[in-house]
């Protein structure tokens, strides 16, 4: 009986921080990682090789910004 308690406890407390993270909290950490790294890149290559090639590309790939 001990073991079904802690089972049902256990999984009443998992799943929900499961659910949270899979659906509200990984969206927006991904969100977050990928700009940051992207500026991280751009910092890393300068101006010239990094932000004026981005530009140049997003632009010819009729991109909607």
Partial sequence: ??????????????????????????P?????????GLGVLMLILGYEDGVKAFRKEWRESAALI
């Avoid at 929900?16 to 899979?22: D, K, L, T």
């Avoid at 927006?28 to 940051?36: D, E, F, S, T």
């Fill in 28 to 36: 927006i950490l991904g969100a977050i990682l990928l700009v940051g």
């Fill in 1 to 26: 009986m001990k073991d079904l308690i802690l089972k049902c406890f256990a999984y009443t407390c998992y799943l929900p921080f499961q659910m949270m993270f899979s659906y509200v909290v990984g």
